[in-house]
Nanobody, 119 residues
Framework: QVQLVESGGGLVQPGGSLRLSCAAS????????MGWYRQAPGKQRELAAT???????NYADSLKGRFTITRDNAKNTVYLQMNSLKPEDTGVYYCNARIFRLGGSSDYWGQGTQVTVSS
């Protein structure tokens, strides 16, 4: 019943920017921490950024200063503004959300959106 729908991925040149969006829909009480994870080809999934309901953020060290995570609690949506993109940022980006329902809390994942940084 809970679905995370991502959008905003695409192909950009090095130094370019993209803005990813992830909207949660369905039946649930509330959303706690939301975040973005990414997986480069042939590598393990890794954390990119997270944000709490109150706005506290956490970034991977390599992304600090380039990526910005924000959220709109009223819209159940989290965003990832990606600037100064590098080829090594290429990968599938997955939205994650900890969601509270009647039975408790669970982590949900989006389907992933492809980000390709290439000249």
């Amino acid at each position: 019943q809970v679905q995370l729908v991502e959008s905003g991925g695409g192909l950009v040149q090095p130094g370019g920017s993209l803005r990813l969006s992830c909207a949660a829909s369905g039946y649930f009480f509330s959303i706690s921490t939301m975040g973005w994870y990414r997986q480069a080809p042939g590598k393990q999934r890794e954390l990119a950024a997270t944000i709490t309901t109150g706005g506290t953020t956490n970034y991977a060290d390599s992304l600090k200063g380039r990526f910005t995570i924000t959220r709109d609690n009223a819209k159940n949506t989290v965003y990832l503004q990606m600037n100064s993109l590098k080829p090594e940022d290429t990968g599938v980006y997955y939205c994650n959300a900890r969601i509270f329902r009647l039975g408790g809390s669970s982590d949900y994942w989006g389907q992933g959106t492809q980000v390709t940084v290439s000249s």
